[in-house]
């Protein structure tokens, strides 16, 4: 069964850093590129990050771009998000999963919650 475990979340002030997790099961993880998305109250669910499933090509939601990087460890059936100089605007559930979650039934994680606050 796939699962998906997102983690590294917390509080912190703008200007700061995280980075997030996502440990990835239940699939064939190298054959599948990985998204983090985020979600708020305002606007949903975003793409914020792609990443190619031998990690040759990555991108980034516009919000985002120089600030943020995704990568990710085949071996290990790992995805991060290195998420620098946080914004308020930042502030969202994130969490890991392939570009079409319809393969796997819409199955999502539990997320992993950011929040930039002073």
């Known amino acids: 069964q796939v699962h998906l475990v997102e983690s590294g979340g917390g509080l912190v002030q703008p200007g700061g850093s995280l980075t997030l997790s996502c440990a990835a099961s239940g699939f064939l993880f190298s054959n599948y590129g990985m998204n983090w998305y985020r979600q708020t109250p305002g606007k949903g669910r975003e793409v914020v990050a792609i990443?190619?499933?031998?990690?040759?090509?990555?991108n980034y939601a516009d919000s985002v771009k120089g600030r943020f990087t995704i990568s990710r460890d085949n071996a290990k059936n790992m995805v991060y998000l290195q998420m620098n100089n946080l914004k308020p605007e930042d502030t969202g559930t994130y969490y890991c999963?392939?570009?079409?979650?319809?393969?796997?039934?819409?199955?999502w994680g539990q997320g992993t919650q950011v929040t930039v606050a002073s």
């Open positions: 990443i190619s499933n031998t990690s040759g090509f990555r």
């Open positions: 999963n392939v570009p079409r979650p319809s393969v796997f039934g819409n199955y």
